[in-house]
């Protein structure tokens, strides 16, 4: 079993910064592929980055990519989003979620824990 508990989310002016924290519970965060994904009001839950636990590669969503860096530290059983250059429509929930499929980084059905998320608003 695996809690997660998001942190870092708020308000932020259109080309601004945020970081997003999720810690972990449990000590076997490290066989965990780390996903964070993100629903606005109306849509549904979109594939934001991934880490995954072997090799060290991650993925990204096209919106995302070149503004947004995943990465995450074993020792704190912690995974982190930077959120660069973020728009208004990076406005969402945002929440990191636990996997062990590997071939799914990008579905959220392949998520087997999910934390409460943490909201991002940008304002323009």
């Known amino acids: 079993q695996v809690q997660l508990v998001e942190s870092g989310g708020g308000l932020v002016q259109a080309g601004g910064s945020l970081r997003l924290s999720c810690a972990a519970s449990?000590?076997?965060?490290?066989?965990?592929?780390m996903g964070w994904f993100r629903q606005a009001p109306g849509k549904e839950r979109e594939f934001v980055a991934a880490f995954m636990r072997s090799g060290g590669n991650t993925y990204y969503a096209d919106s995302v990519k070149g503004r947004f860096t995943i990465s995450r530290d074993n020792a704190k059983n912690t995974v982190y989003l930077q959120m660069n250059s973020l728009k208004p429509e990076d406005t969402a929930v945002y929440y990191c979620a636990a996997s062990v499929y590997s071939a799914r980084y990008n579905d959220p059905n392949g998520y087997v824990y999910w934390g409460q998320g943490t909201q991002v608003t940008v304002s323009s």
């Open positions: 449990g000590r076997t965060f490290s066989s965990y592929n």
